[in-house]
C-alpha cells in the first residue's frame, strides 16, 4: 500500500474511515448524453462535484487515469471515484440529455 513509508495503527485507521465514505462507481454514457464529444475538461465533473474519473472502458480498451483531454464517446463506462453526494450530483449531470433539433 505504502512503499516507503510504515504507517502507524491510527494512520491505517484514518485511511479505512476515508475508504468507508467514498464509492466506486459505473456510468455509461448512452448516445444522447450532453456528455458524447465534450473533453473530461469541458465536463469539469472534478471542479464541479469533487469527483474523480479513474478510468474509462471503450470497448475493448481500458483508458486509466485519463487525461483531461481525453474526449468522452457514446458507450463509453466512466468509472468513477468520490463520496455519495459527489457521485449523485456527477450521475445527474452525466444523464442530461442533448437536446433533439
Known sequence: ???SLSPTNEHLDD??????????????VTPD???VGKTLRDLQLRSVTG?????ILRGNQSITNPG????IQAE???VMFGSHQQLD????LLSLHTPEN
Open 1 to 3: 500500500m505504502f512503499r
Open 15 to 28: 485511511i479505512q474511515k476515508i475508504l468507508a465514505l467514498t464509492v466506486t462507481e459505473s456510468y455509461l
Open 33 to 35: 448524453s450532453a456528455a
Open 51 to 55: 469527483v474523480t474519473v479513474m478510468g
Open 68 to 71: 483531461p483531454a481525453t474526449r
Open 76 to 78: 463509453d463506462i466512466l
Open 89 to 92: 450530483h456527477a450521475l445527474s
